[in-house]
């Protein structure tokens, strides 16, 4: 589903048919001139229960990857006790292929800090980190400039949200990451706040119940707060009213998404269309991505980073929306940020490419996930060299399918997104992979 306008990036001129000329940093005049604060004000005249049930009733489901009703996260926090309670914002977003937090906080950094800022009025949350991957060097300024901005007008600090209007302080600081995949898993996310290494804890306990430094903790993807100003200030059936029911019995698809599509598609971007959109319609139509290039067809695509699994070639008009995962058999919805790939793509290349990335990332505290993850890389190369023989290929299929919390072997997803990758492509295109066997099968 396009949408007739934008919502989470309507200050933002990078629609696809917007002057790129015009995109620049809204900063926070700009913003509260354009409305911007506005949700704030709403949600500090409201009882803290009832905004976690408006994001609980728009079933916001998380978008940094696995889905998860935000509001219900919300509600896991325990009744507050006296002691500290954070929220950990997570742009980490080192997932490859996705690159759509960048664009909030690139150009509409106080959308985010709005998001924040009611998220912790609403769980009574008073620090908040902002944890940004370590390559985004010029984000992680932006942020930290539209923060001093935020205290200068007192959103943030001691006197209390909003120039005090709400006796209750909130504090906000961006903690930058030093490059690893693995911090943007939530719990390695915190260990990494806490300044140790970025090593996943074994769940339960979860972060709203023991998060950063054993305190109750809320991790929140940067889309997903990013969403709530909106929703508080548009209503829930507003927000209903864009994208889809599920067409298979289970929860639905609503809102907005930012699709970041890479590949090969004629005009790469950043979109924002409604939950539920085709990857055909979103690749082929002539405002977004002006279709594959060369005009040639269309083989494969990575919809939400690499993680999730591949589509095949069948698979094109696949809906983006969080049933794809059943659907098309992947894991999941992931980040929504297909990589498109066309008919010149060599897939062993792609499954050893991404294996690559896997056996680098892996933080080796389970064997299953380090040792396999070093086996399906070198089993790949020696396929993609012509040198496996035929059991080598059920070999990748076993280690992989071995892998991941799904299968109940590991500490975090990580392995179960070097399993679904590894898996569906050869599932997907198996008779590329037969072809390049020593021995044909
Ligand atoms: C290996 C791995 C990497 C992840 N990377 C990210 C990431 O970069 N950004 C993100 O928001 N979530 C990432 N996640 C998901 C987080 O663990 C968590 O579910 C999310 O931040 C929760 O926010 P949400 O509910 O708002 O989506 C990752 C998960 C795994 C297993
Ligand atoms: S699954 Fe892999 S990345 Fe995750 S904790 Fe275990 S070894 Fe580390």
Redesign the pocket.
């Known amino acids: 589903m396009f949408l007739k306008e934008p919502v989470l990036c309507e200050r933002i001129p990078t629609w696809p048919w917007a002057d790129p000329a015009e995109r620049h940093i809204v900063h926070y005049d700009e913003f509260v001139k354009k409305g911007g604060y506005q949700g704030l004000r709403q949600a500090i005249g409201m009882d803290r229960g009832e905004i976690v049930d408006i994001i609980k009733d728009s079933v916001l489901r998380g978008r940094g990857g696995a889905g998860f009703p935000c509001g219900l996260k919300w509600s896991f926090l325990p009744a507050p006790d006296g002691g500290k309670r954070y929220l950990a914002i997570n742009c980490d977003e080192a997932e490859p292929g996705t690159f759509k937090d960048r664009l909030l906080v690139d150009f509409d950094p106080h959308l985010v800090l709005e998001g924040i800022a009611i998220a912790c009025w609403a769980c009574e949350l008073d620090t908040a980190f902002f944890f940004i991957r370590g390559e985004y060097h010029h984000q992680a300024e932006v942020m930290e400039a539209a923060i001093q901005e935020a205290y200068d007008a007192k959103i943030f600090g001691s006197q209390g949200l909003m120039d005090g209007t709400m006796k209750f302080a909130v504090d906000c600081h961006v903690h930058r990451g030093a490059g690893a995949y693995?911090c943007g898993?939530e719990t390695g996310l915190l260990e990494a706040i806490e300044g140790k290494r970025g090593?996943?804890r074994i769940k339960p306990p979860f972060p709203a119940v023991k998060g950063l430094f054993g305190r109750p903790t809320i991790v929140n993807n940067v889309e997903t707060l990013a969403a709530v100003p909106p929703i508080l200030q548009r209503g829930v059936d507003w927000w209903k009213s864009i994208g889809v029911e599920s067409s298979i019995g289970q929860a639905p698809s609503y809102g907005t998404k930012l699709v970041g599509v890479s590949g090969h598609v004629n005009r790469p971007g950043v979109y924002e269309v409604g939950m539920g959109v085709s990857l055909k319609d979103l690749v082929e139509s002539d405002d977004y991505c002006k279709g594959i290039r060369g005009g040639r067809a269309f083989k494969a695509c990575i919809p939400g980073g690499v993680s999730m699994g591949v589509l095949g070639t069948d698979q094109y008009h696949a809906e983006l929306d969080f049933d794809i995962g059943q659907k098309y058999d992947l894991m999941g919805l992931g980040t929504a940020c297909p990589a498109v790939f066309d008919e010149s793509t060599d897939m062993v290349m792609v499954a050893r490419n991404v294996a690559r990335f896997f056996k680098n990332e892996?933080?080796?505290?389970?064997t299953p996930?380090?040792e396999g993850a070093q086996w399906l890389y070198k089993l790949l190369v020696r396929l993609e060299r012509g040198e496996a023989r035929p059991k080598d290929l059920d070999m990748i299929l076993e280690i992989a399918g071995s892998m991941g919390i799904i299968p109940g072997t590991?500490?975090?997803g990580?392995?179960d997104g070097n399993n679904w990758a590894a898996r569906t492509t050869i599932n997907k295109f198996r008779e590329e992979f037969e072809a390049r066997l020593l021995v044909p099968a």
């Open positions: 693995i898993e090593w996943p892996s933080c080796g505290q389970c996930c380090r590991t500490i975090c990580l392995a």
